[in-house]
């Protein structure tokens, strides 16, 4: 079993800023690409940053210069530095792993549960 635990989300005032991290706890060989998603009240979710295992980064257009996504290869937590939040930002978090879990096994998307980020105006 692999289970992904985000942590780090609150409410804060727009303009602040936020730090969510996610960890991978399990059988876990491999980690490929991870991510950020967010689903907003009432929206779809979206894809907020990505990360590839040689550290290339993605971001959606909303958050660039704000955001900024990283990982620990080591430690296998990935990170989202949330700055300059706006009201628009409120939504749960959503954190993605690509994972192999063996040697001879398949690459497979795990999501975590979530974690509430609301900004006030």
């Known amino acids: 079993q692999v289970r992904l635990v985000e942590s780090g989300g609150g409410l804060v005032q727009a303009g602040g800023s936020l730090r969510l991290s996610c960890a991978a706890s399990g059988s876990i060989f491999r980690i490929n690409a991870m991510g950020w998603y967010r689903q907003a009240p009432g929206k779809q979710r979206e894809l907020v940053a990505t990360?590839?295992?040689?550290?290339?980064?993605n971001y959606t257009e909303s958050v660039k210069g704000r955001f900024t996504i990283s990982r620990d290869n080591a430690k296998k937590p990935v990170y989202l530095q949330m700055n300059r939040l706006k009201p628009g930002g409120t939504a749960l978090y959503y954190c993605?792993?690509?994972?192999?879990?063996?040697?001879?096994?398949?690459?497979?998307?795990?999501w975590g549960q979530g974690t509430q980020v609301a900004v006030s105006s």
């Open positions: 990360i590839t295992s040689a550290g290339s980064t």
């Open positions: 993605t792993q690509t994972i192999a879990r063996f040697f001879w096994g398949p690459l497979a998307d795990y």
